[in-house]
């Protein structure tokens, strides 16, 4: 099973800044099968980035994934209002069971 | 537009078995092109992949379900289903079912359902 760690457990900034998460796999995710979901509260994930660097459809250009191997990062250039919410990145590649980061909460300072 | 809806009981007791149906609108079950899934998340917890069935009836599942959780499809009705036995309170959560592009490099969780709650307690 490859376990996803995610740093930090909760980032606080203000509308504006910059937020930068950081989800590290126990071993090789291949082909860059991660993904990036956002969770608001009562709702359910939403696909943000996938391929590791790909933003799904209708995500803004200020989310933006990087990163291979077992380092990966999503970057929130300038945040909005709407972007405080929790976020888990998941790897979806050959090696089964497909798991999750225990997720960031991005709160307002 | 691809649109999941979870439903199901949302109370359960000890030891019985915990059923729920996902009900897809705007595709069709019945093709090669998706893996159909099951996903939970604790109360105020992450998120843990149950596991995934595809149109022909070939499941997977996350080890830690595997002698509980079984998933069965209907295309008749377009749906899918889990049924996990003897549950207990750490059960308890918000179920969702989403589906998967079979690609390799494409099979992340997109859409997702909007969940469904349920409570294991007596």
């Known amino acids: 099973e490859i376990v996803l760690t995610q740093s930090p457990s909760i980032l606080s900034l203000s509308p504006g800044e910059r937020a930068t998460l950081s989800c590290r796999a126990s071993?090789?995710?291949?082909?860059?099968?991660l993904a990036w979901y956002q969770q608001k509260l009562g709702q359910a994930p939403k696909l943000l980035v996938f391929g590791a660097s790909n933003r799904a459809t209708g995500i803004p250009d200020r989310f933006s994934g990087s990163g291979s191997g077992t380092d990966f990062t999503l970057t929130i250039s300038r945040l909005e209002p709407e972007d405080f919410a929790v976020y888990y990145c998941?790897?979806?590649?050959?090696?089964?069971?497909?798991?999750f980061g225990q997720g960031t909460k991005v709160e307002i300072k | 537009q691809v649109q999941l809806q979870e439903s199901g009981p949302g109370l359960v007791k000890p030891s019985q078995t915990l059923s729920l149906t996902c009900t897809v609108s705007g595709d069709s079950i019945d093709t090669d092109a998706h893996y159909w899934n099951w996903i939970r998340q604790h109360p105020e917890k992450g998120l843990e992949w149950i596991g995934y069935?595809?149109?022909?009836?070939?499941?997977h599942y996350n080890p830690s379900f595997e002698s509980r959780a079984v998933i069965s499809i209907d295309a008749s009705k377009n749906h899918f289903s889990l049924n996990l036995t003897s549950v207990t309170a750490a059960d308890t959560a918000v179920y969702y079912c989403?589906?998967?592009?079979?690609?390799?490099?494409?099979?992340?969780?997109?859409?997702w359902g909007q969940g469904t709650l349920v409570t294991v307690s007596s």
């Open positions: 069935i595809f149109h022909t009836g070939v499941t």
């Open positions: 998941q790897q979806y590649s050959g090696v089964l069971p497909w798991t």
């Open positions: 071993q090789t995710v291949r082909v860059n099968s």
């Open positions: 989403a589906r998967a592009a079979i690609l390799v490099a494409s099979r992340y969780f997109d859409p």
